[in-house]
Nanobody, 127 residues
Framework: QVQLVESGGGLVQAGGSLRLSCLASGRSVSEYAVAWFRQAPGKEREFAAAISRSGLRTSYADSVKGRFTISRDNAKNTVYLQMNSLKPEDTAVYYC????????????????????WGQGTQVTVSS
């Protein structure tokens, strides 16, 4: 079982940038497809971005496409989410999720596809 710890959240003004990190322990993150989800107050947890085991395939929600970039450094056991041009509607708790996967090129965008979750990191974007 892999453990996931998110970091890098904080308060930023609209138009600013943040980089979130998801550090895996217990198992090599290279065995897992990984995604970022987010949950705003009073709303359901929603998909933001996903990356395959190899890192060669990515997928993004329409709401973040062109502004967010997901990447991974398997040697550091870490997955990142670079968030640029942040908007107040990006305010949420951001969660990292991992799914063990045989296939190196698959990405998964549904919440139910993942069974390993971190505790989340708060991102607040002020207008």
């Amino acid at each position: 079982q892999v453990q996931l710890v998110e970091s890098g959240g904080g308060l930023v003004q609209a138009g600013g940038s943040l980089r979130l990190s998801c550090l895996a322990s217990g198992r090599s993150v290279s065995e897992y497809a990984v995604a970022w989800f987010r949950q705003a107050p009073g709303k359901e947890r929603e998909f933001a971005a996903a990356i395959s085991r190899s890192g060669l395939r990515t997928s993004y929600a329409d709401s973040v496409k062109g502004r967010f970039t997901i990447s991974r450094d398997n040697a550091k056991n870490t997955v990142y989410l670079q968030m640029n041009s942040l908007k107040p509607e990006d305010t949420a708790v951001y969660y990292c999720a991992a799914r063990p996967n045989v296939y190196t090129a698959s990405v998964y965008i549904t919440r139910t596809a993942y069974d390993n979750w971190g505790q989340g990191t708060q991102v607040t974007v002020s207008s």
